[in-house]
C-alpha cells in the first residue's frame, strides 16, 4: 500500500533541528496535489470545490508574506514531466528550492501565527509531498 506524507515524523523533524542553525538552507519540495482540495469542516475554504492545485495557490498567497519577511527565496522551480530514476507510479505535480539564511528564519516562519492559518490550506491541496533539507553548493560546472 502507497504511503503518503504531508507532515514530518517527530524524529525526522528532530533531525532537522538537531542540524545547524546558522548557515543557510536549502529545501527541496516536491509537491502531488489532492484532485479536490479537503479542508476541514467549518474551515472557509471548505466545500468551495477548489482542485488541490487551487488550494496550493492559496497557502503560496497567504504564507508568502511571511516567507519573504524571513529572508525565504524560490531559487529553483519546475514542473514534474516523468520519472527516470525512481518507483513507477509517483508522479510529482510541481518542485521548487526553498533558500533560507538559516533554519532559525525556517522555524520563524512556521512558528508566525499568520503561517499557522496559511498552512491549513498546504494540508488541504497534497495528497503526498517530500521535503528535503540540503546545504546549498556551487552550481555550474560538472557532477564532480
Excluded at 533531525?15 to 542553525?21: E, S, T
Amino acid at each position: 500500500m502507497a504511503q503518503f506524507y504531508i507532515d514530518p515524523s517527530a524524529s525526522n523533524f528532530q533531525a532537522f533541528k538537531d542540524l545547524p542553525r546558522d548557515e543557510p538552507i536549502h529545501m527541496l519540495n516536491l509537491l502531488q496535489y489532492r484532485e479536490l482540495a479537503e479542508y476541514p469542516e467549518g474551515h472557509e475554504h471548505h466545500g468551495n470545490g477548489w482542485s488541490g492545485r487551487r488550494a496550493y495557490e492559496e497557502y503560496g498567497k497567504t504564507s508568502g508574506p511571511i516567507f519573504s519577511r524571513v529572508g525565504g527565496e524560490i531559487v529553483w522551480r519546475g514542473a514534474f514531466q516523468t520519472m527516470v530514476t525512481g518507483p513507477d507510479g509517483k508522479d510529482w505535480h510541481d518542485g521548487f528550492v526553498a533558500q533560507y539564511p538559516n533554519s532559525g528564519a525556517f522555524f520563524a516562519m512556521i512558528k508566525d501565527p499568520d503561517y499557522q492559518l496559511a498552512v491549513v490550506n498546504r494540508t488541504a491541496a497534497l495528497l503526498d509531498s517530500r521535503l528535503m533539507r540540503f546545504s546549498p553548493g556551487e552550481s555550474g560546472g560538472g557532477f564532480g
